[in-house]
């Protein structure tokens, strides 16, 4: 089992920025994938950010590329997602996600591939 515990949401302005992190416990041995998903109000989840391979691969939704950045500790068993020039449509409850073996889909960002959960912490952006 692993657990997923992530901090660092909050409230801020267009324009702002908030560093969420994501601390990693229990068997975290011979995890292969992280990733970071949403999910706002009266919406799907959506995959945000994904890394593959001991941090040698990266992948983004269009709507965040070039403003979010994700990257690992593995020493610290924490992963991050670096949230700049945010915007009001990026307000959600932000889950991050960890996935073992070989991915079942394709797509890096797709939900599917994941095999543990944390509960989320919101972010909200005024405008």
């Known amino acids: 089992q692993v657990q997923l515990a992530e901090s660092g949401g909050g409230s801020v302005q267009a324009g ?15 995890t292969r994938y992280m990733g970071w998903f949403r999910q706002a109000p009266g919406k799907e989840r959506e995959g945000v950010a994904a890394i593959y391979g ?19 500790d593995n020493a610290k068993n ?32 797709e939900s599917g591939n994941f095999d543990y959960w944390g509960q989320g912490t919101q972010v909200t952006v005024s405008s």
């Open 78 to 109: 924490t992963l991050y997602l670096q949230m700049n020039s945010l915007k009001p449509e990026d307000t959600a409850i932000y889950y991050c996600a960890a996935g073992f073996g070989v991915r079942r889909y394709a797509f890096a960002l």
């Open 16 to 30: 702002g920025s908030l560093r969420l992190s994501c601390e990693a416990s229990g068997y975290t041995y011979g």
């Open 54 to 72: 001991a941090g040698s691969t990266t992948y983004y939704a269009d709507s965040v590329a070039g403003r979010f950045s994700i990257s690992q």
